[in-house]
Each structure stands twice: as structure tokens, then as C-alpha cells.
């Protein structure tokens, strides 16, 4: 088991699930209950993920969450790559949460090798 508090990638996906949140704030109203509520779920899903990995008895383990929260994370990129696609928002503002989602697949296939 790992001590999540120490763990870098789970700060840095409780991070990008604040900023996420922030920016689907901004989006329309008609978008609540579809995209809006999709990324929420997804990029909750990816910090969660890596939580539960880490509370689990084995390397192997802890992989197979973290492997199911790079797939979140994917899933997150291309919902905000569709956001800008669509002109809900602003690429200037979607860019940077962008950035910080390919931030964080790099650091999980670092982090599976390491394990």
C-alpha cells in the first residue's frame, strides 16, 4: 500500500479535477446534464482511480487502477477536445487543462514501469 498524500500523480489529478470543474462552469446551461456531467464524472475518475490502486495489496493491482485511470484520462482529453471543437469554450482556456491531462499520462506510464 502507498501512502496517497505522498503520491505526486494523485495531487496532480486532484488538481486537474479543481480545474476541470472550474472550467465546466462556464459552460451552457444545455450542457448540464451531457457534456458538463460526463467530463465531471471522468475527471473525478481519474484521481479515484489512483486512490484505489494505491489502497490495494499489490503492484499488479495498483497497476490495473492505474492503468483504468489513464483510460479516464483519455476519455477527459477528448471531451475537452470537443469542447473546443464545438466553440463552447474558449481554446485559450481548455488549453492549459490540456496540457495538465497529457502531464499526467506521462507520469502514469512512468509510474507503471517504476511499479
Same mark, same amino acid.
Given at each position: 500500500?502507498?501512502?496517497?498524500? $505522498?503520491?505526486? @500523480?494523485?495531487?496532480?489529478?486532484?488538481?486537474?479535477?479543481?480545474?476541470?470543474?472550474?472550467?465546466?462552469?462556464?459552460? %451552457?446551461?444545455?450542457?448540464?446534464?451531457?457534456?458538463?456531467?460526463?467530463?465531471?464524472?471522468?475527471?473525478?475518475?481519474? %484521481?479515484?482511480?489512483? /486512490?484505489?490502486?494505491?489502497?490495494?495489496?499489490?503492484?499488479?493491482?495498483?497497476?490495473?487502477?492505474?492503468?483504468? /485511470?489513464?483510460?479516464?484520462?483519455?476519455?477527459?482529453?477528448?471531451?475537452?477536445?470537443?469542447? @473546443?471543437?464545438?466553440?463552447?469554450?474558449?481554446?485559450?482556456?481548455?488549453? %492549459? #487543462?490540456? $496540457? #495538465?491531462?497529457?502531464?499526467?499520462?506521462?507520469?502514469?506510464?512512468?509510474?507503471?514501469?517504476?511499479?
Amino acid at each position: 500500500m502507498h501512502k496517497l498524500e $505522498d503520491l505526486k @500523480i494523485w495531487k496532480k489529478a486532484i488538481h486537474l479535477t479543481k480545474e476541470v470543474y472550474l472550467l465546466v462552469s462556464e459552460l %451552457p446551461s444545455n450542457e448540464k446534464f451531457g457534456l458538463s456531467s460526463q467530463i465531471k464524472r471522468c475527471s473525478v475518475s481519474i %484521481p479515484s482511480n489512483i /486512490a484505489e490502486g494505491a489502497g490495494r495489496n499489490s503492484s499488479k493491482e495498483f497497476k490495473h487502477f492505474l492503468s483504468v /485511470a489513464n483510460g479516464s484520462c483519455y476519455e477527459l482529453y477528448t471531451q475537452l477536445t470537443l469542447i @473546443i471543437e464545438l466553440n463552447l469554450i474558449n481554446k485559450e482556456k481548455v488549453k %492549459p #487543462i490540456i $496540457d #495538465i491531462c497529457i502531464e499526467i499520462q506521462k507520469m502514469n506510464y512512468s509510474f507503471q514501469h517504476k511499479l
